[in-house]
């Protein structure tokens, strides 16, 4: 973990300075860009292990350069760091691919503990059993140790998101989960709960296309993944 290196994107110097001496004190890794622009050519360059990126840049805001990213096939970990707090802009960064959003003042200790939360959810996805274990159900998949899904033979390309919420699911087959529940358990937060809806759309529009639906709504409740019922 402390190996790991970060890319502060923020062009107000006196944020930027504190990130990136804080980050640093910790041991990791740590430079620093203005702009979105540079942000997208750093990370073409030489990809970090996560981004802490300011939503408004003189150029590109951080919210395209997140688009981006996640356009071009990179699944690295991004932290928004911003002063927009409406919930809005909230779900709106961690549904194009964002891992977590901090808004503006925080706490240098604060921030460093949210990094470190990232990165280990990045590294294992929560609710999977150690390195090795494989999880099935029907014809679907996932193995943790390869950081891989398959649904009928046919591999599925996830996010570190997707693939996290889809391990919970299916870690927990036949039970409906929350809203509430799977946003501690995937994102390590009680947020809001647009989030989940549409993460379990972009799961949906992966799986369903190989086979019958797996992940049902319990209207009112939440989201269950069971095998089809067979007639």
């Not at 994107?9 to 006196?14: K, L």
């Not at 996640?70 to 961690?94: E, K, N, W």
């Not at 990165?119 to 996805?125: E, Q």
């Not at 319990?218 to 095998?227: D, E, F, I, N, S």
């Amino acid at each position: 973990m402390s190996e790991m290196a970060i890319l502060v994107v923020e062009d107000d110097p006196n944020i930027r300075d504190i990130v990136e001496v804080a980050l640093g004190f910790h041991g990791f890794r740590v430079r620093g860009v203005t702009t979105g622009r540079d942000a997208l050519a750093e990370v073409d360059r030489d990809p970090p292990d996560l981004i802490v990126l300011d939503v408004m840049l003189p150029d590109l805001d951080g919210f395209e350069v997140c688009r981006t990213i996640r356009a071009r096939g990179r699944h690295t970990p991004v932290i928004f760091l911003t002063a927009r707090d409406t919930t809005s802009d909230t779900v709106q960064g961690l549904t194009l691919g964002g891992d977590d959003y901090i808004t503006k003042p925080f706490s240098v200790e604060a921030l460093v503990a949210r990094v470190r939360a990232v990165l280990r959810r990045a590294a294992v996805p929560a609710g999977a059993e150690p390195a090795g274990d494989v999880l099935r159900v029907a014809d679907l998949e996932l193995d943790e140790s390869r950081w891989e899904v398959r649904r009928a033979g046919a591999v599925v390309d996830l996010s570190p998101t997707e693939f996290r919420l889809l391990a919970v699911l299916m870690e927990n087959c036949g039970l409906v989960l929350t809203k509430r529940q799977l946003l501690e358990r995937v994102w390590g937060y009680g947020g809001p709960s647009q989030v989940v809806e549409t993460y379990i759309s972009y799961l949906r529009r992966k799986l369903d296309p190989l086979g019958p639906p797996l992940i049902h709504t319990q209207r009112g409740v939440g989201y269950t993944l069971r095998p089809p019922q067979v007639s």
